[in-house]
């Protein structure tokens, strides 16, 4: 019979086509196929990837597994399935693939090395850090030896093995490591090279997950400069640099600055890649999280809306990026008030990611502990102990008790053994867990200085106000010089030291710092946004407590802040009716001592 024409579309290598052409027309007991891998949709996978493993088995049972052609049909087969099925379906033909690879060709042949690279990958998607770092180890000398130590695919090694050090917290074997592929990139190719700038790129990433926000943002600068130079402002590396370089500034605190950043670049992005392209996405949800941070939550719900059904339609309603995009809508309808909505998206993208990650997925687990940090939001300190607790466990298990997202999860745990009044056990939990800070991450690390802020905030409830106030003023110069004077966690520790000066009977010194934090955050922030009239909330208090001379200007404040409530969440928001019960409490008590009679006690003195 005439040999039909086979079609094997955007999956085999041009090269290796007419082999396979040849291969199947040779053999005239075999029916000829059509097959079209097509990366359209989920669906769309799914019937290719079956397609392509049914066509494959037929092949491989006429040919043998070790033939050359059939090796290369059951890589594409496997990628098919990884993109059809996800990741956890296809660690076993990997597997046997590297066995097929060491036999047919050798443990140390290139196609081997290769696959071995692709476990190794396979793991790092699953989370599975360690057995990806071991298997790229276990790879390394051997692509050296064969390959050589500046060559292309053992640099592109070894920036592997510096993304698995990083998913691990192990920040400075990341970076050195990374270091080094740069230098010999430097040196073999030039600092204006595509791939020197990327691994450039890489070492930015590598300060950004440290939070060395300034060597970032300096780098990332450099970076763009160069790629605009280079290849133009319309390329895509320079787009992503100029993405990469408003998340250094993000990470700062400098929301306006960044807010603007990531316009420009979403705009050129949707012109030049497409309104959907997933960069172009990341982009817009990254801009949506600067409109969260300035208080602008409607239009952070906007904008994190479109990206969410973007990615729905464009990556599959499971996809991870899809999933993460929900949780942070989600948390924009939290900020609003809109708990029951929130909660319903909560719910649905933490099955989804348990069912299709699995339940210890580091990614799992940091959704976790974002539902727990919502809870602390809505003040369900019981709901939020349990998951934190919970949460803290799981990761220093599988991550290890050192990882960054185990300490950060360790110190929202610690926030609510706080809240529950239950001091002597959060006094403990933070010792332990600065302890780990300072020496993993150090001592003026971000996430280190946050958890010494609310360290001192534990001190204070049990009344040791003489070491809060010494741990406050060492940590508040260090965010100063560190984040800058007008960073939100700056500010927030600068109002702990306000408390603790209240609670010293210090009013005096509470108000001008609660002045300071409040008018700065105006500035900063918005006179609307919530930290903004949390700000001018604390300042009333303080303004009551000096006595019944300040209590109309301490009734005033709380005034503005019910108004603006209102007009901002709606007259049934919980914050507003907060305030309503505030601010008709204060009435009450003004009225009495408008009505009490000469001589009688001073009840704000009692």
Known sequence: MDAEVVYIRDAVPETFRSQILHELRSRQDFNPIAISVQFLDPAGLRESASIWTKETTNIEALLGKAHPIVRVLRGVMILNMAFANGLTTIEREAKDQIQIMKMALGPEHPDTLAWIVNLALVYKEQGQWKKAQQLLQQAHEPIEKVFGKEHPLALSHLEHLASMYIMQGRGEEAERTQEEVLKKRKALLGEEHPNTLKSASGLASIYTSQGRWKDAEALTKQIKITRKRVFGERHTDTLVSMAHHATAIRGQGRWEDAQKKYKKVAKAMKRVLGPNHPDTLTTMSNLASTYGKLGQVEKAQMEYEKVTESMKRILGPEHPDTLSCSVSLGTTLSDQGRWDEAQKLFDEAGETMKRVLGEEHPRTLETMATFAKNYSVQRRWMEAHELYESTAEAMERILGSEHPDTLNCTVGLGKALAELGRNDEAHNVFGKTMTLMKRVRGQEHPDTLNAAAHFG???????????????????????????????????????????????????????????????????????????????????????????????????????????????????EHPDTVRYKELVASKDSQIMELQERKPGQADPSIM
């Open 457 to 571: 905030n534990v001190l204070i409830r049990l009344a040791r106000w003489d070491d809060a106030l010494e741990l406050l003023k060492t940590t508040v110069q260090a965010m100063k010089n560190a984040l800058g004077e007008t960073d939100e966690e700056t500010l927030k520790t600068m109002e702990f030291m306000a408390l603790v000066y209240y609670q010293q009977g210090r009013l005096q010194d509470a108000e001008q710092l609660q002045k300071r934090t409040t008018e700065t955050r105006k500035i900063v922030l918005g006179p609307e946004h919530p930290a903004s009239l949390l700000g001018m909330n604390n300042l009333a208090s303080i303004l009551w407590k000096q006595g019944q001379h300040r209590w109309e200007e301490s009734r005033q404040l709380d005034v503005v802040v019910m108004e603006t409530q209102m007009r901002t969440k709606g007259k």
